[in-house]
């Protein structure tokens, strides 16, 4: 197999996003637009991709830093698709093999497509092969002029085509498979002498024709693939397309979503057969949910591992966090990160935790604060608990050992440690270490004046 390079054309502003920031970085299910045509070229073989920018090229470089594959070319002057891709020949000196072009703005292309397109266009020998489909309204397009037998000859921008090109419904996707060393010597001698004043990379065709080399249309039978983003009306439906594939892949794999539509769940994000999430729930990151859990309405996960048969209810919010088999979260608990809670935990409402581990069978049922804790199995954390773990200038630890039983608004202040088996009576304030098997209390004695409210009133 010879060697395969892309180029993503991402110099435009994006005038019709009516946005400060530059349209490919854009977010779309939770990562910017471009980075998506980018894995797309990188997953069908690509080895080199250059990424020409140019309208806040800065912030598309940034995003692409660490990727070593990733090179960029700048285009200061947006003056054409086959201007771009001309800025681009430098990025990609010494390749020779073939070019996949892509567009930063047309993000849902998938990889199975563009494999398909490449071996297609190897094994006819094509020199250009470009990704086409075919539209019902296909205004604004470039049209695609066939001979006999499936070769282009040329491909029509609308603004320069007849009455008889506008009628031809399959179109240019702005997605292409070139041979390197034909792309490069074309796109030098492109001229703008059309009704744009634009270089455009389409011209390339006709040349190919011209030189008997052979051009092919490669239909891509989904339309929604090749949609292009050019305002936030399109950004959202194709989001919403973008949410349907990754749903249906997770409903096809045993998953019950009450309102797919209404479901977000970020590329990557793995969750197992009988699970049941409700709407407007978020998943998203390195999260893991296991078999039969259910995520009620309004949950947001991110960077967790959720064990299975575990219930998240209503409004709670997880992230970075391990939650094991048969726990019951929420509602309205915030988990945040390091919380490692074990098996059978029960975690009720208003309940925050942070960087506590939590032992097996342990239960914060209401209105209390865990941080900084290590608890073991079979606690009992009563409703209005706080771990005092700050004091103005550093954090400290609690630990409490196996089967405490903490009493309701009981502070520890921390560090303080609790041994296993104690009891530590409601309201008191813990300020020194607990013997295991003992019972802390500290409250003033209570004191009743009988019928003291009686004389105020008859005052
Ligand atoms: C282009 C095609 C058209 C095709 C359509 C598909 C040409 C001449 N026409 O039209 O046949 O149907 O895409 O969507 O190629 N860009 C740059 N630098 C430039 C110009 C464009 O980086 O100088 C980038 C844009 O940011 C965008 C992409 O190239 O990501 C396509 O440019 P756009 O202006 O949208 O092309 P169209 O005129 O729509
Ligand atoms: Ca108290």
């Given at each position: 197999?010879?060697?395969?390079?892309?180029?993503?054309?991402?110099?435009?502003?994006?005038?019709?996003?009516?946005?400060?920031?530059?349209?490919?970085?854009?977010?779309?299910?939770?990562?910017?637009?471009?980075?998506?045509?980018?894995?797309?070229?990188?997953?069908?073989?690509?080895?080199?991709?250059?990424?020409?920018?140019?309208?806040?090229?800065?912030?598309?470089?940034?995003?692409?830093?660490?990727?070593?594959?990733?090179?960029?070319?700048?285009?200061?002057?947006?003056?054409?698709?086959?201007?771009?891709?001309?800025?681009?020949?430098?990025?990609?000196?010494?390749?020779?093999?073939?070019?996949?072009?892509?567009?930063?703005?047309?993000?849902?292309?998938?990889?199975?497509?563009?494999?398909?397109?490449?071996?297609?266009?190897?094994?006819?020998?094509?020199?250009?092969?470009?990704?086409?489909?075919?539209?019902?309204?296909?205004?604004?397009?470039?049209?695609?002029?066939?001979?006999?037998?499936?070769?282009?000859?040329?491909?029509?921008?609308?603004?320069?085509?007849?009455?008889?090109?506008?009628?031809?419904?399959?179109?240019?996707?702005?997605?292409?498979?070139?041979?390197?060393?034909?792309?490069?010597?074309?796109?030098?001698?492109?001229?703008?002498?059309?009704?744009?004043?634009?270089?455009?990379?389409?011209?390339?065709?006709?040349?190919?024709?011209?030189?008997?080399?052979?051009?092919?249309?490669?239909?891509?039978?989904?339309?929604?693939?090749?949609?292009?983003?050019?305002?936030?009306?399109?950004?959202?439906?194709?989001?919403?397309?973008?949410?349907?594939?990754?749903?249906?892949?997770?409903?096809?794999?045993?998953?019950?979503?009450?309102?797919?539509?209404?479901?977000?769940?970020?590329?990557?994000?793995?969750?197992?057969?009988?699970?049941?999430?409700?709407?407007?729930?978020?998943?998203?990151?390195?999260?893991?949910?296991?078999?039969g859990c259910t995520i009620e309405p309004g949950v947001i996960i991110r960077d967790c591992s959720i064990g299975d048969n575990v219930t998240i209810k209503s409004g709670s919010v997880l992230a970075e966090s391990s939650v094991g088999a048969d726990a019951a979260i929420g509602p309205m608990a915030h988990l945040r990160p390091g919380s490692d809670l074990g098996p059978h935990v029960k975690i009720g409402n208003f309940v925050e935790t942070k960087k506590?581990?939590?032992?097996?069978?342990?239960?914060?049922?209401?209105?209390?604060?865990?941080?900084?804790?290590?608890?073991?199995?079979?606690?009992?954390?009563?409703?209005?608990?706080?771990?005092?773990?700050?004091?103005?200038?550093?954090?400290?630890?609690?630990?409490?050992?196996?089967?405490?039983?903490?009493?309701?608004?009981?502070?520890?202040?921390?560090?303080?440690?609790?041994?296993?088996?104690?009891?530590?009576?409601?309201?008191?304030?813990?300020?020194?270490?607990?013997?295991?098997?003992?019972?802390?209390?500290?409250?003033?004695?209570?004191?009743?004046?009988?019928?003291?409210?009686?004389?105020?009133?008859?005052?």
């Amino acid at each position: 197999m010879g060697s395969v390079a892309a180029i993503v054309l991402a110099a435009g502003k994006g005038t019709r996003m009516k946005s400060g920031l530059v349209k490919v970085m854009h977010h779309l299910g939770e990562r910017p637009m471009v980075s998506w045509p980018v894995a797309a070229a990188r997953s069908a073989g690509a080895t080199r991709i250059a990424l020409v920018v140019g309208h806040q090229g800065e912030k598309v470089r940034e995003l692409f830093s660490a990727d070593s594959d990733v090179s960029f070319a700048e285009q200061v002057e947006q003056l054409g698709t086959g201007h771009a891709v001309a800025c681009a020949g430098g990025a990609l000196q010494g390749f020779s093999g073939t070019v996949l072009i892509l567009c930063g703005d047309v993000p849902l292309i998938r990889e199975e497509t563009l494999a398909t397109m490449l071996a297609a266009h190897r094994e006819r020998g094509a020199t250009v092969s470009v990704l086409t489909t075919h539209l019902e309204n296909p205004f604004g397009y470039g049209r695609v002029v066939k001979r006999e037998g499936g070769r282009i000859i040329r491909i029509v921008e609308e603004k320069d085509a007849s009455e008889e090109e506008r009628g031809i419904c399959e179109i240019n996707s702005g997605i292409y498979c070139v041979e390197a060393e034909f792309l490069f010597r074309a796109v030098g001698s492109l001229t703008n002498d059309n009704a744009q004043g634009e270089y455009y990379l389409t011209d390339i065709i006709a040349r190919a024709a011209g030189e008997s080399l052979l051009c092919f249309a490669h239909p891509c039978p989904d339309p929604t693939e090749v949609m292009g983003v050019n305002d936030r009306v399109q950004l959202s439906v194709a989001a919403a397309e973008l949410r349907r594939r990754i749903n249906n892949g997770l409903m096809l794999s045993g998953v019950t979503m009450v309102d797919p539509a209404a479901t977000y769940v970020e590329a990557g994000v793995e969750v197992g057969a009988d699970t049941v999430i409700y709407p407007n729930v978020h998943l998203s990151g390195r999260t893991v949910i296991g078999c039969g859990c259910t995520i009620e309405p309004g949950v947001i996960i991110r960077d967790c591992s959720i064990g299975d048969n575990v219930t998240i209810k209503s409004g709670s919010v997880l992230a970075e966090s391990s939650v094991g088999a048969d726990a019951a979260i929420g509602p309205m608990a915030h988990l945040r990160p390091g919380s490692d809670l074990g098996p059978h935990v029960k975690i009720g409402n208003f309940v925050e935790t942070k960087k506590v581990v939590m032992g097996e069978g342990s239960k914060a049922s209401h209105l209390t604060y865990l941080g900084d804790a290590e608890i073991g199995s079979g606690v009992n954390i009563g409703c209005g608990t706080i771990t005092c773990n700050y004091d103005g200038v550093r954090k400290h630890r609690t630990v409490i050992g196996d089967n405490v039983f903490v009493g309701s608004d009981v502070q520890l202040v921390a560090p303080v440690v609790v041994g296993s088996g104690s009891l530590i009576a409601a309201g008191t304030t813990v300020t020194i270490d607990v013997p295991p098997d003992s019972l802390a209390i500290a409250r003033t004695p209570q004191v009743n004046k009988e019928g003291w409210v009686k004389k105020q009133r008859e005052k």
